[in-house]
């Protein structure tokens, strides 16, 4: 099975990830940042994956460090549960519409962090969210998940519709890119014979 439980934990917080790339979109959240709860659960229905996050953090500051730590160990459990990336497809893509919005994400499972994210909220908090973090999620999970990362909202006027898009897209393309890959046969996807 592929699985993996992390644990983070530093001056600022504590986080445990428990997850199952081969689940059927099982989910648990106690991270106190509600909105992002509802985001990560949108990974996890969308990307067929079971995810478990217990997060404790400096919120009496704001929700930075917290979330972006969730990004970073929710990207240590990727690598962990994917091993050595034997047989899945690597690539993967999502376009999710949502009323007027409309978002586009693609992943390489590269082994090479790389994020380009192109989003304008259209504005800066959703309820007592801060859009800004949106990215900043991303960026941890990218730089320790190892991945190479594309992030496009299309269009949107409803910032909570824009971020809904993107993290339904990106559990679809997730669960497109760690989906075994029936013609590879066990072989990795990369004429470098590694990622």
């Known amino acids: 099975m592929r699985q993996a439980e992390i644990t983070r934990n530093t001056l600022e917080t504590q986080v445990t990830v428990r997850l199952n790339l081969d689940g059927t979109g099982q989910n648990r959240f106690a991270t106190g940042v509600p909105f992002l709860d509802h985001m990560l659960e949108q990974v996890a229905r969308h990307g067929m994956i079971d995810l478990d996050v217990e997060a404790q953090g400096d919120l009496h500051i704001d929700a930075h460090h917290t979330v972006e730590d969730i990004g970073i160990t929710i990207g240590q459990a990727l690598v962990q549960a994917l091993g050595s990336k034997q047989g899945i497809r690597r690539y993967g893509h999502a376009y999710v519409p949502l009323d007027e919005a409309l978002s586009r994400v693609v992943i390489d499972l590269s082994g090479r962090p790389g994020l380009s994210f192109s989003v304008d909220f259209k504005r800066a908090m959703i309820g007592a969210f801060d859009v800004d ?17 594309h992030i496009d909202n299309l269009r949107g006027e409803n910032a909570h519709h824009q971020a809904e898009t993107v993290f339904k897209a990106f559990g679809r393309a997730l669960r497109m890119a760690i989906e075994p ?12 014979g590694t990622l």
């Open 133 to 149: 973090l949106v990215g900043e999620f991303f960026q941890g999970l990218v730089n320790h998940a190892l991945m190479t990362l």
């Open 181 to 192: 890959d029936p013609r590879a046969a066990g072989s990795i996807p990369s004429t470098k």
